[in-house]
């Protein structure tokens, strides 16, 4: 499901237009990475939880060429699934 199919889905069952739809899809969206940006944790519950975490540098190789390099520290978003959406994903 790409943007535009979500959008379309999300109108369809809140009864809404689909540029209310696609609103509300982007409002969430900035909501979250804004949240996520400022190292905060959002719990969607049933749904799961998005948070983010340090991932240290390390060495790598170049596949390629074999060379060793080193991978710089940065940050991730996680994502835990939540019990009813993996149950219902079995």
């Not at 943007?3 to 982007?26: D, F, H, P, T, W």
């Not at 979250?32 to 991932?55: H, N, P």
């Amino acid at each position: 499901m790409n943007k535009s199919e979500l959008v379309s889905k999300m109108a369809e069952n809140a009864g809404i237009s689909q540029v209310v739809a696609e609103k509300a899809l982007a409002g969430a969206l900035e909501a979250m990475a804004e949240a996520l940006a400022a190292g905060d944790k959002i719990s969607l519950v049933g749904f799961g939880t998005f948070s983010t975490a340090q991932r240290e540098a390390r060495e790598g190789r170049n596949p390629a060429t074999g060379k060793t390099l080193t991978i710089p520290a940065k940050k991730v978003v996680k994502f835990k699934v939540g019990s009813t959406l993996a149950d219902r994903v079995k």
